[in-house]
């Protein structure tokens, strides 16, 4: 079964990235974590992605599109990235999602993939 765990941080968290004194040990344990998925053969597919300031939005409303800087959602934690599952089930995707770096000082959305249309 498949499984995208969309990966949350703060703001604070986030900007860690940015700090030169902690550039390294941030992206140290993202890529401990990620390089373990993809060692367990769970792993599908994934991408880290940029700030939410490189975000666009669209919206089409009464057949005019309306364009938008920025993400839609005024949130407190930022989507950073995600990651497809193929694991035996929800148990399992909870057991990757809980070893995420970013799960205790933000959090982990776990949903299950569509299965592809069936062409009968």
């Known amino acids: 079964m498949q499984f995208m765990l969309q990966f949350r941080e ?13 550039h390294a040990a941030y992206f140290g344990v993202w890529n401990s974590f990620i390089g373990a998925l993809a060692q367990s053969g769970a792993m599908v597919g994934g991408n880290g992605l940029l700030p939410p300031d490189t975000a666009t939005t669209l919206r089409v409303e009464n057949g005019t599109r309306h364009v938008f800087d920025g993400p839609f959602a005024d949130t407190k934690e930022t989507l950073g ?3 497809i599952l193929d694991v035996p ?13 970013c799960v205790t000082a933000g959090s982990v959305e776990i949903r299950p993939v ?7």
């Open 10 to 22: 703060t703001a604070e968290e986030w900007g860690k990235h940015k700090d030169p004194t902690q």
């Open 81 to 83: 990235g995600y990651v």
């Open 89 to 101: 089930d929800l148990d399992a995707a909870l057991e990757w999602a809980a070893k995420a770096p």
């Open 114 to 120: 569509l299965p592809p249309p069936s062409n009968g």
